[in-house]
C-alpha cells in the first residue's frame, strides 16, 4: 500500500511539475543552418527568447546577431555588446556562425517554445522591413500576401534569392514562396499598417497586445506584447532619420561629457554629410548606434546630445569612419593614460578624458538656485536678494515662477507652488494613498481591504485576484479559514464554497476511506482538530473544486497506523519536512508563492483557478499531494493548518 502511494505521488508529480516547464511544448525546426551569415526567423519561442535560451550551448558559436536597429556583436572573452537582448516574433535576423571544428555543417537545430499566433500584424515603413514568417508550412509568395496589400511591396529578398514586382506582370525571381525558419525583406512603397500573411488556420483575430517595446521610447509600453513599430523619442527636432536601407552599427564606449560619464536620458547621434542617420541612448558603458546610409563611403562623425542642458557636443573619430553596410565598429577613447580609456575599442575618438572637471555657478552663468555642477553633484549657487525670484534659467528677476509637481516631485495632494499659491498634484490610482510626502502609497492588502488587488480570473466558484506588483503581501496565515480570503500559491481568492458559507476547509476522510479537502461545520471540530464526521453528497459536491489534486480510488490501507508510522521512514521525513515549512512561515513572507506553502488549507479554492497559478505551483501541489497520500489513515493535517 505504501509503495502505491508513493507511486501515485509521482505520477502527480509528472502531471503537475513538468508540464509547466515544457514538456508540451511545441517544436520549430531550423534547418541547413551553416557557418557565416544565416537569415532567420521564428514562429515557436521561448518566454525569454535570449539567444542562450533559443539556441542552447550553439549560441556559443555565434559570433553576431544584426536585427532591424539591433545588433549583439561577441567579443574576445565571450560577452556580448551592443543593443540586442532577445529575438522575437516579428523580427528576422542575420545569424552569424562560427561552427567548431569537427561539428557538423550544415546542421539543424530544435526551437522549443510557444507557437506564434498565425494571425500575427506588421506595421511596415516605406523601404525595407525585416520581418518573420510566422507560420510553420510553406506558402507560394503572391497567395500569401492579402489582395489590399499585393500592389504595395516592390521587391521581397531572402537569404541568396530575391523577386522583383512588376505591376501587369506580377513577381519574378528565384525566390517564389515563403519557407518557415528564413527571414524576408519587404520593400514597401508606402507605409502599410495592420499587413498580415495568408494562412489556412487563420481566424482573422490576433491574440497579442502590439504596442512600442522601447524602453527609451517616450511612449513605451510595459504591457505590449509584440512591436506595433510606432515608437516615438524625445531627441531634438533635427534627429529625425529615414527608416528603411542599409544599416551600420557604431558601439561606443565609455564616452564623457567634460569627463562624466553619460546619463542615461542623453542621446548620441550619427551624423553623415550634416545629416542624422541614426541615434543610440545610454546602456551602462556602451551606447549603440544604428545607423542608415546616404551611400557607402560617407563620413560618419558624432553628436553627445546633454538631455540636462539640451547642449550639443560634436565628437569626430581620430580617422576618417566611413559607412559600410552591415559593418560593426566599436569606438572609444585609445590613450591609456586617460580615465576613459576604452580596452574594447578598435577605432579612436577625440573624447578622452582625465576626469570631470566641476562647472561653477559663474561658468553656468547661474545667480541662484540648485543645479548641478556637470560631474553628476548637485551645485548651490544660493539665493535670490529679497524681492525678486530665481527663475527656470537660475536668474534672479521679479517675477515669480511657481514651481511644478515633478520638480517638487509630488505625485499627489496639494503642495505650496512657492509663490503663495497651492498646486494641485490629483489623486491616486484605486488602491493607493496619498502619503505625507505627497507620494502615492500602497495600500496595505490585507484581509478587510482589497482596495489594493486586481481581479484577475473569475471562474465556476472561485474569484482569484493576484496581488498588486507594487504592494507587500502581508502574512497570508491571517487570511485563512476564519475569513472570506485565502492566499493561494501567490494568489487572493474568494472560497465561496467553504468561508462564504462559514465554514473550514480541512482535510478529512470520507465513509469510503479516501482523504479529501471538504468543508467542515467549525461546530463539528474538536479541540484536537478532529471530527466525528464523513462527508454527505453535500460536501462532496463543493469539495470538486480540488478533485483533480486528489487520485480516485485509493484502496484502503489495512496496516495499522501505529506500525505505519513506526516503520515507514518516508513519512517521518515528510513531516519534519512540513514543519520546517510551517516554521519559515512563521518568520515572514518574502514571496507570493513561500507566503502560500505555509499550509495547504488554502486548496479548496483550487477548483477553477489552477490557470492562476505561478508554473511553480506545481511543485507545491506535489508536496501537499504526497502528504494526502501518505497520510491517507489520518483525518487531519496538523494542527496550525
Known amino acids: 500500500m505504501k509503495q502505491l502511494h508513493v507511486f501515485l505521488a509521482l505520477i502527480t508529480f509528472l502531471t503537475f511539475s513538468l508540464i509547466p516547464l515544457g514538456v508540451l511544448a511545441e517544436t520549430q525546426t531550423l534547418k541547413n543552418l551553416h557557418n557565416g551569415n544565416n537569415f532567420l526567423s521564428f514562429y515557436v519561442l521561448p518566454e525569454d527568447a535570449t539567444p542562450e535560451n533559443v539556441f542552447g550551448e550553439k549560441a556559443g558559436w555565434i559570433s553576431q546577431i544584426i536585427g532591424a536597429g539591433e545588433v549583439a556583436f561577441r567579443l574576445n572573452d565571450g560577452t556580448w555588446v551592443g543593443n540586442f537582448k532577445r529575438f522575437s516574433r516579428t523580427g528576422a535576423y542575420w545569424v552569424s556562425f562560427n561552427v567548431p571544428q569537427g561539428a557538423t555543417s550544415p546542421f539543424d537545430h530544435d526551437v522549443e517554445g510557444k507557437m506564434s499566433d498565425p494571425d500575427i500584424l506588421f506595421n511596415l515603413h516605406p523601404g525595407d522591413n525585416w520581418i518573420s514568417y510566422p507560420h510553420g508550412s510553406n506558402s507560394e509568395l503572391s497567395a500569401s500576401i492579402p489582395g489590399p496589400f499585393s500592389g504595395l511591396f516592390t521587391k521581397i529578398s531572402s537569404e541568396g534569392n530575391s523577386a522583383d514586382y512588376t505591376e501587369g506582370t506580377g513577381w519574378a525571381g528565384d525566390l517564389t514562396g515563403y519557407t518557415p525558419g528564413y527571414g ?46 510606432k515608437c516615438t523619442f524625445s ?66 562623425t558624432f553628436v553627445i546630445f546633454d538631455s540636462s542642458t539640451e547642449t550639443e557636443y560634436v565628437v569626430t573619430p581620430t580617422e576618417t569612419l566611413e559607412f559600410e553596410d552591415s559593418g560593426i565598429e566599436i569606438l572609444g577613447c585609445l590613450d591609456e593614460g586617460k580615465e576613459n580609456f576604452s580596452e574594447l575599442a578598435t577605432l579612436g575618438l577625440d573624447n578622452c578624458s582625465d576626469g570631470c572637471v566641476p562647472q561653477s555657478c559663474d561658468a553656468q552663468n547661474a545667480e541662484c538656485g540648485v543645479t548641478e555642477d556637470g560631474c553628476g553633484l548637485a551645485l548651490d549657487c544660493g539665493e535670490c536678494p529679497e524681492g525678486s525670484y530665481c527663475s527656470p534659467d537660475f536668474l534672479c528677476g521679479d517675477v515669480c515662477f511657481p514651481t511644478t509637481c515633478a520638480e517638487q516631485g509630488a505625485e499627489c495632494g496639494d503642495i505650496d507652488d512657492e509663490c503663495g499659491g497651492l498646486l494641485s498634484c490629483g489623486g491616486c490610482d484605486e488602491g493607493y494613498s496619498c502619503d ?59 472560497v465561496e464554497n467553504c468561508s462564504l458559507e462559514g465554514k473550514m476547509c480541512l482535510l478529512a476522510e470520507n465513509e469510503e476511506g479516501t482523504s479529501t479537502f471538504q468543508c467542515v461545520d467549525p461546530d463539528t471540530v474538536d479541540t484536537m482538530g478532529t471530527t466525528d464526521i464523513t462527508s454527505t453528497e453535500e460536501d462532496a459536491e463543493e469539495a470538486e473544486a480540488v478533485e483533480d489534486t486528489t487520485p480516485e480510488d485509493i484502496p484502503e490501507s489495512t496496516e495499522e497506523p501505529e506500525q505505519e508510522e513506526e516503520n515507514d521512514p518516508t513519512e517521518e521525513t515528510l513531516e519534519e519536512e512540513e514543519s520546517e515549512e510551517t516554521h519559515s512561515s512563521e518568520e515572514g513572507v518574502d514571496s507570493p508563492v513561500d507566503s502560500s506553502s505555509d499550509d495547504g488549507c488554502g486548496s479548496c479554492a483550487l477548483g477553477g483557478a489552477e ?28 494542527e496550525e493548518c
Not at 542617420?277 to 560618419?300: K, M
Not at 472561485?462 to 487570511?479: F, G, K
Not at 497559478?613 to 487531519?636: D, E, H, N, T, Y
Request: charged share 20%.
Open 235 to 300: 531627441v531634438p527636432e533635427s534627429w529625425q532619420p529615414n527608416p528603411g536601407g542599409d544599416q551600420a552599427f557604431y558601439i561606443l564606449h565609455r564616452l564623457t561629457i567634460n569627463g562624466a560619464p553619460l546619463q542615461p536620458d542623453d542621446i548620441v547621434g550619427a551624423f553623415s554629410n550634416g545629416v542624422n542617420v541614426g541615434y543610440g541612448f545610454p546602456d551602462g558603458d556602451i551606447t549603440t548606434v544604428p545607423a542608415l546610409s546616404l551611400g557607402d563611403g560617407d563620413a560618419v
Open 611 to 638: 490557470s492562476s497559478a505561478p508554473p511553480r505551483g506545481g511543485l507545491l501541489l506535489v508536496m501537499l499531494s504526497v502528504l494526502i497520500f501518505i497520510r491517507s489513515r489520518k483525518q487531519w493535517l496538523p
Open 436 to 494: 505625507e510626502n505627497a507620494a502615492c502609497a500602497c495600500t496595505d492588502p490585507s484581509c478587510g481591504n482589497l482596495d489594493a488587488v486586481q481581479e484577475d480570473i473569475v471562474e465556476d466558484d472561485v474569484v482569484a485576484m493576484e496581488c498588486d506588483s507594487a504592494c507587500e503581501l502581508p502574512d497570508c496565515s491571517m487570511c485563512m479559514d476564519n475569513d472570506l480570503y485565502s492566499c493561494i500559491y501567490g494568489y487572493w481568492a474568494v
Open 184 to 229: 524576408y525583406n519587404m520593400k514597401a512603397s508606402e507605409a502599410i499598417e495592420g499587413f498580415f500573411f495568408n494562412c489556412s488556420d487563420c481566424d482573422g483575430t490576433s491574440d497579442y497586445a502590439y504596442g512600442c517595446t522601447n524602453k527609451y521610447a517616450s511612449n513605451y509600453d510595459e504591457t505590449a506584447d509584440l512591436s506595433d513599430n
